[in-house]
């Protein structure tokens, strides 16, 4: 690797884990040696994953090196979005106010229910047939 990070944080949400690391640079992620992106080819994710970069107007500020495992696309954009929030927050604590306004230093506490016993998924349950 090249820069050592100025800081390097964990966002989770759903089944997935990001660790980011940020350093000085000109707006660059890449996202488990890929870029941003070929990782992320949907717009909407992109956008939710750089979120925090954009409330603090620093989007060309720093480069992000990411780690990102498990889940699904949607919850890797959430994760990625709590680390760099986290990250941000570490380098400028003056930042707190801004980034807790727009709930991004909040977990999504909210998990996939578990299945019950007698059930097809966590509510779903067989057809009734009365005869």
């Not at 699904?72 to 929030?85: F, K, S």
């Amino acid at each position: 690797m090249g820069i050592k990070p100025l800081t390097q944080t964990t966002g989770r949400r759903k089944a997935a884990i990001a660790r980011a690391r940020l350093r000085p640079g000109t707006g660059k992620v890449t996202v488990n040696g890929r870029t941003f992106e070929n990782y992320f080819p949907n717009e909407v994710q992109r956008a939710q994953a750089t979120e925090a970069l954009r409330v603090i107007e620093a989007e060309t500020a720093y480069d992000v090196d990411a780690d990102i495992q498990g889940g699904g696309i949607a919850g890797q954009a959430g994760a990625l979005r709590m680390a760099i929030a986290r990250s941000i927050l570490d380098l400028d604590p003056e930042k707190r106010l801004a980034l807790r306004k727009a709930g991004l230093l909040t977990r999504d506490s909210r998990k996939k229910e578990s299945k019950k016993y007698g059930l097809k998924k966590a509510r779903k349950a067989p057809q009734y047939t009365k005869r």
